[in-house]
């Protein structure tokens, strides 16, 4: 590892320390260079300042921003879009579960959208259509962006809100036993999809989505 490699390491280490005791509202390039013991003027030199520190951290971290390519590649297209879609609700949980900066990062980006926050929004938005644009369109009986939002959303929000709530509706947020059951209905919702996307490959239904053309009228 390189002298200007091990610096960027620690001005990232500093920044996640930062973000887990002061949460993003002590964040800046002022005290993640205070902790990180360089100059501010080497965080604009590396990372060209804070959305490009936290674009860097976040690739790391975050789930869409490291793996954009979930549905791609040729394992990934022999598999039913429904069962991509469990995987993907999956590693989402996997993504956040004690993760205590990523959590403050997206609780963070829910309540404020600055240049940083809308740049981070901005790439996982990106990252997550080139998921849902491939498993979208596949069957008229369900819209299927719609329900993987709604479960994706539900997700998010739990294990965010377990911060300042134990419990939501009687679950426990903070328990694996809690989180079991919150996979069983997860699992449940999944099962409710149309069986096309549970019995056939992502592959073979893309082979029959209309046209370009064709889906322009949908």
Known sequence: MSRRERTERSILQALEEQICETGMAG???????????????LI????????????????EQDFWTKSSSVVK???SSERPP???????????IDALANNQPLCEVRRWELIERNDVSAKLADRRESAARAFID?????TEEADVPAVVSIMLAGILYLMLRAKTEEYFLGVPLRTPEGWDRLWKAVEHLTASLPEDLKAKSLRT??????SADTGKDR
Not at 44 to 58: K, Q, S
């Open 82 to 92: 429904a069962d991509l879609i469990l995987t993907m609700l999956r590693e989402q």
């Open 73 to 75: 590649g040729n394992e």
């Open 134 to 138: 491939r498993v979208d369109g596949l």
């Open 27 to 41: 964040v800046g390039v002022n005290s993640v260079a205070k902790r990180a013991g360089v100059s501010k003027e």
């Open 205 to 210: 239904l893309e082979g029959k989505r209309p």
């Open 44 to 59: 604009y030199r590396y990372f060209d300042g804070m959305p490009g520190l936290m674009l860097t951290w976040m690739q």
